[in-house]
């Protein structure tokens, strides 16, 4: 697709999102700039790219970012998240969680600002809050891992393990090649004294 349509950032955006979902977030990154490059007031898929930069620590880069993103449109729901992604780099979990509802009230099918809303409950110590916004995330996509593992580990941190344990097996059954899965699923049987299914894992 590149090759038969060299200029298009739909295309472009595409191949920079699928790096990310790969966790190749040096490749991503570089993407995700030249395709702002090319077109700087695009806003579909930077929530994304903001992603990437808060997951390296990229305070100076996200803040450009955020910046930029309101300039553009301060009232799309890419914009609240990326801004949401900022404060939550800053340790600033309330006013992230803010920005996330904000993203949500503009869309309520949006699927990244429920799960990072859920992140942000759960450095705020509130299970249940985290709970909810992870299953809201389920119900919108259910084969979205990342908020599936994600309600594994709120179990996890509840102490719930066997809750946990399904969780974590529904990510690996949509993600079977991230060790993180089976990571989580072997920490989950090991709680349950499952030894040898921990093993296996």
């Known amino acids: 697709l590149v090759r038969a349509f060299p200029r298009s950032t739909y295309v472009a955006a595409q191949l920079?999102?699928?790096?990310y979902h790969l966790r190749d977030y040096d490749t991503a990154?570089?993407?995700?700039?030249?395709?702002?490059?090319a077109d700087p007031y695009r806003l579909e898929h930077v929530d994304i790219y903001s992603n990437i930069l808060f997951v390296k620590e990229a305070k100076r880069a996200l803040s450009y970012v955020a910046h930029n993103a309101v300039s553009v449109d301060k009232y799309r729901p890419?914009?609240?998240c990326i801004v949401g992604?900022?404060?939550?780099?800053?340790a600033e979990h309330e006013k992230a969680v803010v920005y996330f509802q904000r993203a949500l009230r503009l869309d309520r099918e949006y699927l990244s600002a429920w799960t990072l809303m859920g992140h942000e409950y759960l450095e705020l110590k509130n299970s249940a809050a985290a709970v909810h916004a992870y299953r809201r995330a389920v119900e919108i996509n259910p084969r979205d891992y990342?908020?599936?593992y994600a309600l594994g580990q709120a179990y996890e941190l509840l102490q719930m393990p066997f809750y946990a344990l399904?969780?974590?097996r529904k990510a690996a059954a949509i993600k079977p090649y991230d060790p993180r899965m089976w990571t989580a699923l072997g920490?989950?049987?090991k709680a349950l004294s499952r030894r040898d299914e921990a093993i296996r894992c």
Request: aromatic share 22%; proline share 0%.
């Open 16 to 19: 920079a999102t699928a790096h």
């Open 29 to 37: 990154q570089v993407a995700f700039e030249e395709l702002l490059q």
């Open 78 to 80: 890419e914009t609240c």
């Open 85 to 90: 992604n900022y404060y939550s780099l800053k």
């Open 146 to 148: 990342r908020a599936w």
């Open 166 to 168: 399904y969780y974590h």
């Open 187 to 189: 920490g989950c049987y």
